[in-house]
């Protein structure tokens, strides 16, 4: 629910009411070595502490150390790998989050069509996707997949995205997000919680000023003015 938004108009329209808030480089500093660790650039983050003189932060690096090549290995599309050091690391997760589970098997499934193993990929489909046809929420994505086996030419499937590096590095985004809440760790950076939190207040902004206010907030827009 949006509430009011008056000061945070003011502020919108006129750049200058806050051009003098100050922000501490610590703070910022903190803020991109947490998106760094959280996304398992280790040597960045290596560099990046050595050039600034901050202190490394709790559990570092032994958590990305466990975290990066399991990253890594989903990244890459090596689905049985990511999910066999998952097991190792946090048992019972993909037991518990059948969801993630579900989009590490696909993701093996998918490569196995990209690779042209196509019978090899039904015989997986049949023994390791087929049981969650028994859950609803799962038909319809059991149905865009098999639906790559029907075209000689996959990428030419309307579920083409399903090949695409973005489909991987959606998966890999999960299981990293999955691995970090069960360690009882912040599943989002605080880069991404502020740009979550940003986001949101400018889209209640937008609905209070209504047509004669400010656009719809546009991310993609903001990082080219």
Do not use: W
């Amino acid at each position: 629910m949006c509430v009011s938004f008056g000061l945070v108009a003011v502020m919108e329209l006129d750049p200058r009411n806050y051009d003098n808030i100050e922000i501490k480089d610590s703070d910022v500093r903190h803020i991109v070595l947490s998106h760094l660790v959280h996304n398992c650039f280790k040597e960045t983050a290596e560099s990046f502490i050595s050039s600034t003189g901050m202190e490394h932060p709790a559990n570092y690096p032994a958590d990305m150390d466990k975290r990066k090549p399991i990253f890594q290995f989903a990244l890459e599309g090596n689905a049985l790998k990511a999910i066999e050091l998952t097991n190792q690391l946090a048992p019972n997760l993909l037991t518990e989050n059948q969801d993630l589970h579900f989009d590490l098997l696909s993701l093996h499934f998918v490569e196995l069509v990209g690779s042209r193993k196509c019978t090899e990929a039904l015989e997986f489909a049949q023994t390791k996707l087929t049981p969650f046809g028994k859950v609803h929420k799962y038909v319809a994505k059991l149905e865009d997949f098999m639906a790559l086996l029907a075209y000689e030419e996959p990428k030419n499937s309307p579920m083409f995205h399903l090949l695409s590096m973005e489909y991987r590095q959606h998966v890999a985004d999960s299981l990293n997000r999955a691995i970090l809440a069960h360690a009882n760790l912040p599943s989002y950076s605080a880069l991404e919680k502020l740009i979550q939190q940003t986001t949101a207040v400018r889209q209640c902004l937008h609905l209070e000023l209504g047509k004669d206010g400010s656009s719809l907030f546009s991310l993609k827009a903001f990082l080219k003015s």
